[in-house]
């Protein structure tokens, strides 16, 4: 299929997904009038389905689809930086960092309730760890500095993720608070959270842009690319630096969320090839897709209860990629 | 004239030479061949005139011009390096893989302006693998790989071609296909540095022969003032003999 067909025919799954989360809920609308309840209404202000959809339902919605995008989008990038079909979102410990930052926020309460605060604390632990990866992978001369990069963002993931488990085992209180919010979800959504992650995913996926024609030639490796000419330190801070904030803004908001950002890119590459420049906007709009029919899975499948969304990525996307995993072997040995 | 000049240089890793102040003059639009056994540092030599490694001691000058005082992306639009390993993970079409090639050419984000999507055609036409344009570089044999490679470096259109060992582990078609597109590359006009394990393809295709041992140079020269027997036994460590046939050079190990 030619790629701008591609692109349009999904983003257009992507708008029917999103209509139809609108419409499922405790109140079911009915998708057709839908429209009409968002406009038409504008004098009759305390309309309760105009206040539920705009109040609760868009902001959740459209945060899913936004979030989708952040992890389909960094996890292309980190993928192709590391040039690794293994990488995700959270392979150098932006999300260990966000789980430390939120646990703090939570256990010692100097944010407690306030869902901006907790975020703003994950957001800084994402970057702070990530940083700190930087630090060490930086003073190691003996590994080329990709692998330093992975080596030591396993080292301080471990880590920090044993630091989270200390302080829950102390804390046990807060377990279940904090437990829900690393599975991810999508229930404390407001505008805020929508109009940061908006923000950030745009400048994000436009850098990312400027630099996916390098990194098309960074895959062959370090010295490949720099005999051609390319900056490779520079490409490469540019591309983490840019993928973390990216992963720590959809994390900070929505916890995290498992797999999306690993297998979009993946699916993304089955159809278009692995482009870069064309590759971060189809891995994007993947991305999207996969955590909006996932959430409205989640808010559905056991009704009126609600899974966090992480359960339903991993449950559905782990099988998925494992028969990726399978079918390419098959392919390989042919 | 010489297209690269290399003066008292010296190259290798964190202050371990491997290469050792050495002088050498690449003739332009020729092709030269850096002979030498494993470890004699022919990769060494070939990473520090492509600036991958950073000279220790010494100088390398292309066209009378520090190659340090050329800005990178201008530098890789003059000389191009095909390198003997390079890793394959994602899998690129080969026009594609070769359409990189423009790179230095390119603005920071540009989409492959006409004019370079015009010689990437050509140079695939050129190289023979038109044929193969659509087809991912993971699925070609390593012959088409090798002429994907040097395909890649030629759409840069560079002044000077390095080259390490591009024939290494190729059957004889590849090999003298592959050496015979180094000989119409230099008669296009453009230097080609290239280094070989093969010293019958040296003998038969080079218009000048750098004979490297121990990081120094050991011999240089035509190749039939280079490829003698007293030079190669030496450096070798092995006795070679070596014959005329048809007016060609050939080399064959000597019968102990």
Same mark, same amino acid.
């Given at each position: 299929m030619k790629y701008p067909i591609l692109i349009f025919f999904v983003a257009v799954l992507l708008i029917l997904a999103?209509? #139809?989360?609108m419409s499922v809920g405790s109140v079911n609308l009915d998708p057709g009038n839908l429209i009409r309840s968002l406009i038409s209404s504008s004098h009759q202000k305390d309309d309760p389905v105009r206040t539920i959809l705009i109040r609760l339902r868009l902001p959740r919605v459209v945060l899913s689809? #936004? $979030?989708?995008? $952040? /992890?389909?989008?960094s996890g292309a990038a980190f993928?192709?930086?590391?040039?690794?079909? #293994?990488a995700d979102p959270y392979i150098i410990g932006a999300s260990s960092g966000a789980s430390l930052g939120a646990t703090i926020?939570?256990?010692?309460g100097f944010s407690l309730g306030a869902s901006a605060s907790l975020s703003a604390a994950a957001f800084t632990g994402s970057i702070l760890t990530v940083a700190l990866v930087f630090v060490f992978a930086r003073g190691n001369e003996h590994n080329p500095p990709v692998v330093s990069l992975l080596l030591a963002g396993i080292a301080v993931s471990s880590f920090i993720s044993s630091l989270v488990t200390f302080i829950l085992f102390l804390h046990s209180e807060d377990l279940y608070? %904090? &437990? &829900?919010? +690393? /599975?991810g979800s999508f229930t404390s959504s407001d505008y805020s959270d929508v109009m940061v992650l908006f923000i950030t995913t745009l400048f994000g996926f436009g850098f990312l842009l400027l630099l996916s024609y390098s990194l098309d030639l960074l895959s062959f490796g370090d010295e490949s690319a720099a005999s051609s000419g390319v900056p490779v330190g520079l490409v490469r801070t540019m591309t983490i630096i840019t993928a973390t904030v990216i992963t720590a803004s959809a994390v900070s908001v929505c916890g995290v969320i498992a797999f999306a950002g690993l297998i979009a890119p993946h699916i993304s590459r089955l159809f278009i090839g692995p482009r870069h420049s064309r590759l &971060? #906007? +189809?891995?994007? +709009?993947v991305g999207g897709l996969l955590l %909006? $029919?996932?959430d409205i899975i989640a808010r559905t499948l056991l009704y009126p209860r609600e899974l966090p969304v992480g359960i339903i990525t991993s449950l559905l996307g782990a099988p998925f990629f494992l028969y990726l995993l399978y079918a390419r072997n098959g392919a390989e040995q042919r | 004239m010489s297209a690269l000049t290399l003066e008292n240089f010296s190259c290798g890793y964190s202050s371990t030479p491997v290469v050792t102040h050495?002088?050498?003059c690449i003739p332009s639009s020729r092709l030269t061949v850096l002979l030498g056994p494993n470890g004699s540092g022919k990769t060494s030599l070939l990473r520090g005139i492509t600036r991958i490694l950073k000279p220790l001691s010494g100088t390398v000058e292309l066209d009378n011009q520090n190659i340090y005082n050329i800005p990178l992306k201008q530098f890789s639009r003059r000389l191009a390096r095909v390198s003997q390993s390079i890793e394959v993970n994602w899998p690129y079409t080969v026009h594609d893989f070769v359409a990189m090639g423009r790179y230095p050419h390119r603005r920071f984000f540009s989409k492959l302006d006409s004019h370079s999507a015009e010689i990437v055609d050509a140079t695939l036409k050129e190289t023979g693998l038109s044929a193969f344009a659509h087809r991912s570089i993971t699925r070609i044999s390593g012959g088409e790989f090798q002429r994907a490679k040097i395909a890649r470096a030629l759409a840069g259109e560079p002044e000077v071609l390095v080259l390490d060992e591009p024939i290494a582990h190729l059957d004889l078609h590849y090999q003298v296909s592959i050496m015979n597109e180094l000989q119409r590359i230099c008669k296009s006009g453009k230097t080609v540095f290239v280094s070989l394990h093969d010293l019958n393809f040296a003998a038969r295709y080079a218009d000048y022969v750098y004979l490297l041992s121990e990081g120094q140079i050991a011999a240089h020269g035509t190749p039939d003032q280079v490829i003698a027997p007293d030079t190669l036994s030496a450096v070798f460590k092995t006795p070679i003999s070596v014959h005329t046939l048809e007016g060609h050079i050939f080399t064959m190990p000597a019968n102990p």
């Open positions: 999103m209509w #139809l989360s689809a #936004l $979030a989708g995008c $952040a /992890l389909g989008l993928q192709g930086i590391f040039r690794n079909p #293994l926020a939570t256990v010692y608070t %904090v &437990f &829900f919010w +690393l /599975l &971060f #906007l +189809l891995s994007s +709009l %909006v $029919a996932s | 050495i002088d050498m």
